[in-house]
């Protein structure tokens, strides 16, 4: 069973910073792309960034040069550090776990979300 725990959510000033944390089980971790998405207060869920399972990485243009995705293999976690807050990132926050298999299909898995707050 896929599990996948996200942790480091918190309420912050503009400016501040945050490490979100997303540990997977029941997943061979190192084969699968994951990925960072939120939830804004009242609208639909968007992509922050991903990784892949060979380590490219990909931003949301809202987040560009202020959020690092990193993963790593051997804690089977993903991380997202955000930097330079604004109150427009305040969402929660959700991991994203997907592989394609050699046949086409396409397992993916979320998380439960936590919350970020950027406020003054």
């Known amino acids: 069973q896929v599990q996948l725990v996200e942790s480091g959510g918190d309420s912050v000033q503009p400016g501040g910073s945050l490490r979100l944390s997303c540990a997977a089980s029941?997943?061979?971790?190192?084969?699968?792309?994951m990925g960072w998405y939120r939830q804004p207060p009242g609208k639909q869920r968007e992509l922050v960034a991903t990784?892949?399972?060979?380590?490219?990485?990909n931003y949301a243009d809202a987040v560009k040069g202020r959020f690092t995705i990193s993963r790593d293999n051997l804690k089977d976690t993903v991380y997202l550090q955000m930097n330079s807050l604004k109150p427009e990132d305040t969402a929660v926050y959700y991991c994203?776990?997907?592989?394609?298999?050699?046949?086409?299909?396409?397992?993916?898995?979320w998380g439960q979300g936590t919350q970020v707050t950027v406020s003054s």
């Open positions: 994203n776990a997907e592989r394609r298999a050699t046949t086409g299909k396409v397992s993916s898995s």
């Open positions: 029941g997943i061979i971790f190192r084969l699968y792309n």
């Open positions: 990784i892949s399972s060979g380590g490219s990485t």
